[in-house]
């Protein structure tokens, strides 16, 4: 019998696929990143206000929310400067008043009603300095939920908007039924403050429903629901 030739040894061939180096010289991919490390960017390269995985939709606050907001801190604080004049209109016609009734009785009468009007002025004083002031921080947080486009809000301030116009409309009826704003006015810029308050807190009700004002709002609500990102 002849003797079969042995086989050659076998010698490895190139492999099917060879990664392509960079023109830098490097490979065009590394090894694996180990099991649960974090890939992406750090939480300082984030915009504010946002965390990894969140989406980044920024929206630009419309100019019509920024006033409207300001409208109503001023709204609030205008007729602050008021009171210290108000309250001496109560005073002084508490005064009269009281004078009139006891003109034609004894000095201890009028002595009396004189006192009288000191301590209802001096019990009315911090009464309406904290109540303006309870005024100004609702009005403060109107303005800070307007600001950041929640639209329930909105709602209420369009509620205390209409109210603010009934409250008006029913003053001056009164004041033109009555006697008293006829012949014992308050200071005219009393008037003027209160009518400028309620300009400006009228006009940031219609600015919070002018359409940049609703777009900011509805976006608002979607980029919430939908974890987006404000600024």
């Known amino acids: 019998m002849s003797q079969q030739p042995s ?25 694996p990143p180990p099991q649960g490390s974090y890939q992406g960017p750090w939480p300082s390269q984030l915009p504010s206000g946002s965390f990894p995985g ?34 001496d209109w109560m ?25 009288f009007a000191s301590q209802f002025t001096a019990i009315m004083t911090p009464v309406v300095w904290i109540s ?4 100004v921080a609702v009005t403060v947080l109107l303005a800070l939920g307007i600001r950041a486009g929640m639209n329930w809000v909105r709602i209420l301030l369009t509620v205390f908007a209409g109210l603010s116009v009934i409250g008006y409309v ?20 009393v008037y ?20 940049p004002s609703s777009q900011y709002i509805a976006a608002r609500r979607a980029a919430k629901l939908g974890g987006g990102y404000l600024r």
Request: proline share 14%; hydrophobic share 50%; charged share 5%.
């Open 7 to 31: 086989p050659p040894p076998y010698q490895p061939g190139p492999p099917a696929y060879q990664p392509a180096p960079d023109p830098g010289g490097t490979p065009a991919y590394g090894p």
């Open 54 to 87: 969140m989406p980044a939709v920024g929206i630009a606050r419309p100019l019509t929310i920024t006033l409207a907001a300001w409208f109503l801190i001023a709204s609030s604080i205008a007729p602050l400067a008021g009171i210290p004049a108000i309250l």
């Open 91 to 115: 005073g002084t016609y508490m005064h009269t008043s009281l004078l009139q009734a006891t003109a034609r009785s004894s000095r201890a009468s009028a002595a009396n009603a004189a006192a």
């Open 132 to 135: 303006a002031l309870i005024g």
């Open 170 to 189: 029913s003053n001056l009826a009164l004041a033109a039924v009555l006697p008293t704003a006829g012949t014992f006015p308050m200071p005219a810029f």
């Open 192 to 211: 003027v403050l209160s009518f400028l308050s309620g300009a400006l807190y009228i006009a940031a009700a219609v600015l919070t429903w002018l359409r």
